[in-house]
């Protein structure tokens, strides 16, 4: 794009996808035969808990290259994709308790996804508090890696629990095949890669900002010596 510098490319990509899914979710997806209005929640919730799994997947991958390099970059997108990951699993289970609370008539049941999913932020959410209580950088670093590391074993028993234990949580992707309309899956399609720019312009941005935070403490230990 002519005059658009290479940062502002992905919140502009962003900015045009996520009204183009919003659209798409109220005005071209069919309504669902059973659970009417109420299932449109179900694409921001998928779109949610896809990038959500991805942030914790490029946090273990960022804490395995960080514990093998000991580079300040990989404990910087460790960070970000952490923070990142927990604020969309904090809506992942906000928006799935929205969904649910007409359908199932409760706001929560321990339900094996639903389970699994809120052990999984507590993991992370851990993972957080962890990094801000430690103040030397290299244990904080390594620490919140080894975390990252192990929390993500329970990403996958997110995504096996309702196949895995019998569980009331629906499932999109079966055995037979994706169970979607060709309308709602292109409307869900759309909706996950709005999300996946929005999480990369994001990820970028809080990457860029640790790697600033890491300059001004240079800065301020040379100072003091």
């Known amino acids: 794009m002519p005059?658009?510098?290479?940062?502002?490319?992905?919140?502009?990509?962003?900015?045009?996808?996520?009204p183009l899914a919003i659209g798409m979710i109220f005005f071209y997806a069919p309504l669902e035969r059973t659970m009417g209005i109420?299932?449109?929640?179900?694409?921001l919730h998928l779109s949610l808990a896809a990038t959500a799994f991805l942030s914790f997947f490029?946090?273990?991958?960022?804490?395995?290259?960080?514990?093998?390099?000991?580079?300040?970059?990989?404990?910087?997108?460790?960070?970000?994709?952490?923070e990142i990951g927990v604020v969309?699993?904090?809506?992942?289970l906000i928006s799935g308790s929205l969904w649910g609370r007409p359908i199932w008539n409760t706001w929560w049941t321990w339900d094996p996804r639903l389970t699994t999913s809120l052990i999984l932020w507590f993991i992370f959410a851990s993972c957080l508090i962890l990094r801000s209580a430690v103040d030397e950088e290299g244990r904080r670093a390594?620490?919140?890696a080894v975390?990252?590391?192990i929390g993500f074993v329970d990403v996958p028993i997110v995504f096996l629990s309702a196949r895995l234990w019998r569980s009331i949580h629906p499932t999109v992707i079966r055995s037979e095949g994706i169970g979607l309309e060709p309308a709602m899956l292109v409307t869900l399609l759309i909706s996950i890669l709005a999300m996946l720019v929005f999480?990369?312009?994001?990820?970028?941005?809080?990457?860029?900002?640790y790697h600033q935070e890491n300059r001004?403490?240079?800065l301020q230990q040379q100072l003091q010596h």
Do not use: E, H
Not at 38 to 43: N, R
């Open 216 to 218: 001004l403490r240079d």
């Open 142 to 144: 390594r620490f919140s």
């Open 58 to 82: 490029v946090a273990c991958i960022s804490g395995i290259m960080y514990l093998l390099r000991r580079q300040r970059i990989w404990d910087a997108r460790l960070a970000a994709s952490i």
């Open 3 to 18: 005059g658009l510098n290479r940062p502002a490319l992905l919140p502009a990509l962003a900015g045009l996808l996520i």
């Open 199 to 209: 999480w990369a312009a994001l990820f970028r941005l809080r990457c860029a900002q």
């Open 147 to 149: 975390m990252a590391i």
């Open 88 to 92: 969309l699993t904090t809506l992942v």
């Open 38 to 43: 109420i299932q449109k929640i179900f694409y």
